[in-house]
């Protein structure tokens, strides 16, 4: 009986082993994660796992990510802006070289207001910068005026070359040797008067003055302006037209204007020569020569004014 009873027991234990060989060997031939026998278990259907109906992962359709393409158009487009900016820049350029060259040409064309205005032809080398200074000093200042406090001379000197457009030098040895530097102090508020007029009474409160010379406005001392002598010929035969006319002008001028800087009177170096052509050939510092233009336009204007107070008029009621 027992014997019976451990067979049955032994036959049992030998079906379970049996049973559980055959689920071994089923497990071995199966994809541990699932898959289907023989397959990759990294794959499906056969197919890269990090790609999507055969394209680049990293990239957007077939295209190489880091050549043509998205980024190729970029570029195309960063390219064609740079362009675009460079030819703004360069329209912008020349539209600031046209106004330079259109600009100061328009002001140089304006007509004297002054019909009377004495006429001076300068015996110097003929220079554009020179003529451009000459009728710049002779305009009225612009809208701006010249309005300074407590400022560096150079800094208004760097205001004057730009505004008006013309070289202007400091004689820096000639104000070392007053004892003026370059960064001393101007004040200064100005307006509706001649540019020339302006420079002389600025300078004037640091005892300078200014000349045109080697084609710039030279800003330089009374003592150092007094050697630079310019000569100017000037046209009087309407309110000097013989000799004897031309010798009373020029004893008139060498007496009322500046007397003490013509060699006639013992001063300066200034000389004046009468040419019987109806001219006057004068040798002064560029300062005596604009008081002497104002002086022989008020001569023509007062000698207008008196021909035509002698006009009869009408003849009759």
Do not use: C
């Not at 195309?76 to 740079?82: A, I, K, L, S």
């Not at 009322?256 to 013992?266: G, L, M, Q, R, S």
């Amino acid at each position: 009986m027992a014997t019976r009873a451990w067979g049955s027991g032994a036959l049992l234990t030998t079906a379970l082993l049996v049973a559980g060989g055959v689920m071994a060997t089923a497990d071995e031939s199966a994809d541990p994660f699932g898959g289907s026998a023989g397959q990759d278990p990294f794959a499906g259907n056969g197919e890269d796992p990090f790609a999507s109906e055969g394209q680049d992962p990293f990239g957007s359709g077939a295209g190489d990510p880091f050549g043509p393409g998205e980024l190729q158009d970029q570029r195309q487009q960063e390219f064609r802006d740079r362009q675009r900016e460079m030819q703004r820049e360069q329209q912008h350029l020349q539209e600031q070289e046209r106004r330079r060259e259109v600009v100061p040409r328009q002001r140089d064309a304006q007509p004297d207001a002054d019909p009377h205005r004495q006429q001076v032809y300068w015996a110097e080398p003929h220079s554009d910068s020179s003529n451009r200074i000459r009728r710049a000093l002779d305009r009225r200042l612009s809208s701006s005026g010249l309005d300074f406090l407590d400022t560096p001379l150079e800094e208004v000197v760097d205001f004057l070359r730009n505004e008006y457009e013309i070289g202007i030098q400091l004689d820096e040895t000639a104000l070392d040797d007053l004892g003026i530097g370059t960064d001393e102090h101007v004040t200064v508020n100005l307006r509706n008067i001649s540019l020339k007029s302006a420079l002389r009474l600025m300078l004037k409160q640091l005892e300078l003055t200014y000349v045109v010379a080697d084609e710039v406005l030279l800003i330089t001392t009374e003592d150092e302006a007094e050697t630079r002598l310019t000569v100017g010929i000037y046209p009087v035969s309407d309110v000097a037209s013989d000799k004897n006319s031309l010798s009373e002008l020029a004893e008139v001028i060498t007496s009322a204007i500046v007397p003490e800087t013509w060699a006639i009177n013992k001063g300066g170096d200034a000389e004046l020569k009468p040419l019987a052509a109806g001219f006057l050939v004068i040798s002064q510092t560029r300062a005596v020569h604009e008081e002497l233009i104002e002086f022989l336009s008020a001569l023509r204007r007062a000698k207008a004014a008196a021909n035509s107070s002698q006009d009869p008029g009408p003849v009759g009621f």
